[in-house]
C-alpha cells in the first residue's frame, strides 16, 4: 500500500488487490469515524476524520481490503464489459464491446463494424474459444504496443529503455517489470481502451527508473502522465 500526495484534504492511497493497482480517494472532513465506500463510478473512496492519521488510514484499509475487493470483483462481474466466450457472445477490444462471431472461413477473420469474426475452434467449447480471443488480444498487441511503448518511453527525457518486452495472459496484474528491466504486459488489457492501457505502460516504464511505489515513482507517473488516476479507475471498469 502506497502514499502519495498526503499533505491536503483529498489523496489517493494505492492498493494491490489481487489483478488490481486499485486506487483509493481519500478525503479529510469534519466527521467522526472513517467510512469506506464505493462511489457511483464504481470507485473506492475512503472518508476520515480531520484528526485522522495516515497510518490510520492505512490500517483501516488493510482491515477492509477483504471487504473492498469483494465488492469490486462483485461490481465488475455484474459489467456489461464481461467477455462472453460463446458465439455470439460479447468481447471487448479497445474500449468497445463487439459481437463474437464464430466462421468456418480464415480470410473472414478481424472486426467489421461491431462484430469480431474468428476461426471456428474444432471443438466449440468456452475454453478454446477464450483462447481464440486471447491469441487474437496477443496478436493485436503486438501491433499496436511497441509503437505506443516508445512514445511514452520517450517522455521520460532520458536514454533508459526497456530490455524487452512480453505479451502473456495474466492472472492477477495488469503487468509487471523485472529487475533486470523486461516489461510484462497482460493481453487482457487489449480490452482497455488506448488511454487506459497507457497507464500501464507508463506506470511499468517508471519502474525501469523506480522501483517501489513510493512517493518518488508516483512524482515520476504525474510528470509523465498527469491524469494518471483518472486512467487507472477508468481501467478499472475496462478490465
Ligand atoms: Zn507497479
Request: positive net charge; aromatic residues 10%.
Amino acid at each position: 500500500m502506497i502514499l502519495q500526495d498526503t499533505t491536503s484534504t483529498q489523496f489517493v492511497i494505492c492498493l494491490n488487490l489481487g489483478k488490481c493497482l486499485v486506487s483509493v480517494e481519500v478525503f479529510r472532513s469534519e466527521r467522526k469515524s472513517m467510512v469506506l465506500t464505493l462511489d457511483s463510478q464504481g470507485g473506492p473512496e475512503l472518508k476520515i476524520p480531520n484528526s485522522c492519521s495516515l497510518k490510520e488510514a492505512h490500517r483501516f484499509l488493510e482491515k477492509n481490503q477483504g471487504w473492498l475487493g469483494e465488492r469490486l470483483r462483485q461490481k465488475f462481474s455484474q459489467s456489461t464489459r464481461q467477455n462472453k466466450y460463446v458465439d455470439c457472445g460479447r468481447v471487448g477490444f479497445l474500449g468497445k464491446l463487439y459481437k463474437l462471431r464464430l466462421v468456418d472461413s480464415r480470410k473472414l477473420i478481424g472486426i467489421s463494424d461491431d462484430v469480431l469474426f474468428l476461426k471456428r475452434p474444432s471443438k466449440e467449447c468456452s475454453a478454446k474459444i477464450q483462447r481464440l480471443v486471447v491469441n487474437w488480444y496477443r496478436n493485436e498487441m503486438e501491433s499496436y504496443i511497441p509503437g505506443r511503448i516508445k512514445r511514452i518511453n520517450q517522455y521520460f527525457g532520458d536514454s533508459i529503455v526497456p530490455r524487452s518486452v512480453k505479451y502473456r495472459k495474466m492472472k492477477s496484474s495488469y503487468g509487471n517489470c523485472s529487475s533486470s528491466g523486461v516489461i510484462t504486459l497482460n493481453v487482457m488489457l487489449m480490452k482497455a481502451g488506448f488511454k487506459n492501457i497507457d497507464y500501464v505502460i507508463a506506470h511499468e516504464l517508471c519502474h525501469l527508473r523506480c522501483w517501489s511505489h513510493d512517493f518518488e515513482f508516483y512524482s515520476l507517473l504525474k510528470s509523465v502522465m498527469p491524469d494518471w488516476k483518472v486512467r487507472a479507475r477508468n481501467l478499472e471498469k475496462d478490465f
